[in-house]
């Protein structure tokens, strides 16, 4: 990409962010959007939030659950080392 094509798109994204930041905030409709937006990014933030929570719990109960396998397999190991030691 080309300088020129940068500062084209860097001039292009600057003015449509120009544009709706304008209409959100300097018109009575923009207003009017953001009241009725702004409840649900919260509830879309809660959501994450609790979201985050669950995939944080799944976490710790798949790393229980893998320290368990592997103790198991440790102990199945650990018994058929002994069995074959006693078979004499």
């Known amino acids: 990409m080309t300088d020129a094509n940068r500062v084209c798109w ?3 994204i600057g003015a449509v962010v120009g544009g709706v930041w304008g209409y959100l905030y300097l018109t009575e409709a923009g207003r009017q959007f953001r009241t009725h937006l ?6 879309f933030l809660n959501e994450m939030h609790r979201m985050q929570g669950t995939v944080h719990k799944a976490r710790t109960a798949a790393g229980e659950s893998w320290a368990s396998l592997q103790e198991i397999a440790n102990d199945v190991s650990r018994s ?9």
């Not at 702004?38 to 509830?43: A, L, N, T, V």
């Open 10 to 12: 860097a001039s292009a």
């Open 38 to 43: 702004e409840p649900r990014i919260d509830d």
């Open 80 to 88: 058929e080392t002994g069995s074959a030691g006693q078979s004499h």
